[in-house]
């Protein structure tokens, strides 16, 4: 028997999951108890602990998560064949969860080298954005970054640049098709000389809204840009708007002053309709980005204490282990920010199924949690009402991966926010204004979501993955940590952190949670770059309402 081979997760859950595939017959050990298996399980699925009749509860992370809908055997797979999802229901009761919070003396006095802004913020990095009011500058946002791709941190030619202007020379003198599939190539790096080495990028935001679709979806829209704009890791911004559109420039305006009263950042908005020809306005528009960046380079990173970071946390293309491994870890992260004074920014609703109450518990007051409630159900009926229930957000990855049910992968989702009280409650696209663990309201879409973290005021977004996916954000860093160690081993260009090592036990989870912190500061001081960034895995989706989990 091996007592690794399973991984019982609450003393009272009636489900165990598989640290690896378990073999027909094959006798595991769970605490004092001893199940066989009944067929082939494969790794991070769960197994059943008992015999279960139709209509049994599963319990798993101490909640519900399922029921079955034939019966079930001990030692057998749970699967979407035998289970569907289902929840209990929640409620403000008053009751407000005590916390113990972790020791965090030896980071109090801890320090990493930001941007400091006037405003009091800090930046983890020091960008300038160019983006469209409307999707109809689009094309135009691609015109200037095709200007200013030699001082983006794109120097030379990528390597993709490179392999096919091999190919077209080898085609040009004669080689064959079939030689060309297996044409020999070396990646030459060009570089050159950075005109502004204190800005980090030029990042170029396209995005397909503005205009069109409601009136609050352009509101949304122009408290989004704000919430980029305003950002600590934002230098200055360049606006592209065409002028009609339902995203008006006053309204953009108007956001930035109610988020930043005092904001004074270099902000250039061309209205191509004033100007008359596109050619005028870009040609003026390169003019003011390149003098917005001489001013933004000119800003220096200085000590500061590792309460002014703001951690978002979000997940994506999760599996079986990122409930026991990735999620968990950062929920320690995630506990010690908030312990020495910092924010942390949880989202994702449409995987908070069946953890609501233990939500709502940690809520520090009344007008927290009946917020909270609110935004959930209006958001869940408007799903319902167009047929996509939050039962429906599981991916065909995650059920492949052991995370059948909705209510499964959000009792797992959610421990990446930690234990500490929840101190607001956020609409989108709000943005943070208190210490400690704020829920934002954001669909369950990883790139959606963390578009909106970043928004809200995230300068650091960790960010777990099961399968591997390659997510980032064009202004502040995302460190991608892996639930599994295949993965960050077969994913290594995408993965920053491999927290699978806690399967085998390898390493212990306060061991991996001190690694882990120090990557966090490394990466806020510009010691360490994350693997998207060094990507310019630039991800921006705007969230329309409705249309997603």
Not at 10 to 23: E, F, I, M, Q
Not at 193 to 201: A, H, Q
Not at 536 to 547: L, M
Request: aromatic content about 6%; glycine content about 10%.
């Amino acid at each position: 028997m091996n007592t690794r081979a399973v991984l019982l997760i609450h003393k009272n859950d009636n489900v165990a999951v598989a640290l690896r595939s378990l073999a027909a017959g094959e006798r595991v050990k769970i605490g004092e108890k001893s199940v066989i298996i009944n067929k082939d399980i494969p790794a991070k699925h769960s197994i059943a602990l008992q015999d279960m009749p139709v209509a049994s509860p599963v319990i798993m992370h101490g909640i519900l998560v399922g029921e079955t809908t034939c019966p079930v055997k001990s030692g057998e797979r749970l699967g979407t064949h035998n289970l569907v999802h289902k929840t209990t229901g929640f409620s403000y009761r008053g009751v407000v969860q005590q916390w113990t919070p972790p020791d965090v003396s030896a980071l109090r006095e801890i320090t990493f080298r930001g941007y400091m802004r006037k405003n009091g913020s800090v930046g983890t990095a020091n960008n300038w954005i160019v983006a469209p009011l409307v999707f109809c500058e689009n094309e135009n946002i691609l015109k200037l970054k095709k200007a200013f791709e030699a001082i983006n941190g794109l120097h030379g030619r990528s390597r993709y640049r490179q392999l096919a202007d091999q190919l077209s020379h080898a085609w040009s003198s004669g080689t064959s098709e079939e030689e060309l599939k297996s044409l020999d190539f070396t990646y030459i790096a060009e570089s050159t000389r950075l005109l502004f080495p204190n800005v980090d990028g030029i990042k170029f935001l396209t995005h397909e809204s503005g205009c069109g679709g409601t009136r609050k979806d352009a509101h949304d829209l122009c408290a989004l840009l704000a919430g980029y704009i305003t950002h600590p890791n934002t230098a200055g911004a360049t606006i592209l708007s065409l002028g009609c559109q339902n995203a008006q420039i006053q309204d953009l305006q108007e956001v930035i002053h109610a988020r930043d009263p005092q904001f004074d950042k270099p902000l250039y908005i061309l209205d191509q309709q004033q100007y008359g020809s596109g050619e005028s306005m870009l040609d003026d528009a390169v003019r003011r980005t390149f003098a917005g960046l001489v001013e933004a380079n000119k800003a220096e990173r200085q000590s500061v204490l590792v309460n002014k970071l703001v951690i978002g946390v979000e997940c994506g293309g999760s599996d079986g282990f990122s409930g026991i491994t990735a999620n968990p870890l950062m929920g320690r992260i995630a506990d010690r920010i908030a312990a020495i004074g910092g924010s942390v920014i949880l989202g994702e609703f449409p995987e908070f199924g069946g953890a609501e109450q233990s939500l709502i518990d940690r809520c520090v007051d009344k007008e927290a949690a009946e917020r909270f409630i609110k935004l959930y159900r209006d958001y869940e009926t408007r799903a319902n009402s167009v047929g996509a229930g939050f039962d429906m957000n599981p991916s065909p990855g995650n059920i492949r991966e052991g995370l059948i049910t909705d209510a499964m992968k959000s009792a797992g989702a959610v421990t990446k926010g930690g234990t500490s009280p929840v101190t607001d409650v956020l609409d989108y696209p709000g943005y943070v204004t208190k210490a400690g663990l704020n829920l934002l309201l954001t669909p369950g879409n990883d790139v959606e979501s963390t578009t909106a973290l970043v928004a809200a005021g995230a300068n650091l977004v960790l960010f777990s993955t099961g399968l591997g996916t390659p997510t980032g954000n064009p202004i502040v860093p995302v460190i991608k940590i892996a639930s599994n160690t295949q993965t960050a081993r077969r994913m290594t260009d995408i993965i920053d952190f491999d927290a699978g090592v806690l399967i085998d036990g390898e390493k212990s989870m306060e061991a991996l949670t001190d690694e882990l912190i120090l990557m966090l500061i490394k990466t806020a001081g510009g010691e360490y770059t994350p693997k998207a960034v060094l990507n310019h895995q630039d991800d921006f989706i705007p969230w329309k309402r409705d249309v997603s989990l």
